[in-house]
């Protein structure tokens, strides 16, 4: 019977501090990538929600110069904010991450401020595959993945991934997990 080694806050700053020293990594340009590629529309609809969002945010605009009276020239403002909005969203799907690691399951996200999350296999209480309407639509899915933290923030997602992609993925969690636990079928 083999004993578990436990982590230590250290040991996980260390990976963090490694993972953030990959090269090229500010703007999703790492030598490391994804377990499974995104799926082909997902840009699309990264795109549209994030136009959809600042569409709304430039009829906002719109109102409070039509009420304000003010000059025309500001209605022209909701097109730069529309393509800053086109533009975060291909960001945003560039620079994330996601990569099965010896011994945690690692997650990269965020554009301009990264957001590091790292779960060692042997905290993974459960996986979902889940699909939304428009997720069902556009054949993607979102892979959830639910921790044994106290924290309260007990599930980490990863989404727009093909079905297939998303199964492949929680098999292997699955199969790590139980590895991290010593457990056999």
Not at 133 to 147: H, V, Y
Not at 164 to 183: D, P
Request: proline share 4%; glycine share 10%; hydrophobic share 50%.
């Amino acid at each position: 019977m083999s004993v578990k080694k436990p982590v230590f806050r250290a040991d996980i700053g260390m990976k963090v501090e490694l993972a953030r020293g990959r090269k090229g990594d500010l703007f999703g340009g790492s030598a490391k990538r994804n377990v499974e590629p995104f799926a082909e529309l997902a840009v699309f609809y990264v795109v549209i929600t994030s136009v959809f969002f600042v569409a709304i945010m430039g009829a906002l605009v719109f109102g409070v110069v039509y009420a304000l009276h003010l000059t025309y020239a500001f209605m022209l403002l909701p097109l730069p904010i529309l393509a800053v909005g086109a533009g975060y969203g291909v960001l945003y799907l560039k620079t994330y991450l996601f990569t099965l690691e010896d011994g945690y399951f690692f997650v990269r996200r965020g554009v301009w401020v990264h957001s590091y999350t790292l779960i060692p296999y042997e905290n993974i209480q459960d996986i979902h595959v889940v699909q939304g309407i428009i997720e069902r639509l556009l054949g993607l899915t979102t892979l959830t993945i639910f921790t044994a933290t106290t924290s309260g923030a007990g599930a980490e997602s990863v989404p727009w991934l093909p079905r297939e992609s998303a199964e492949k993925i929680k098999t292997a969690l699955f199969k790590r997990m139980k590895e991290g636990r010593n457990v056999t079928d």
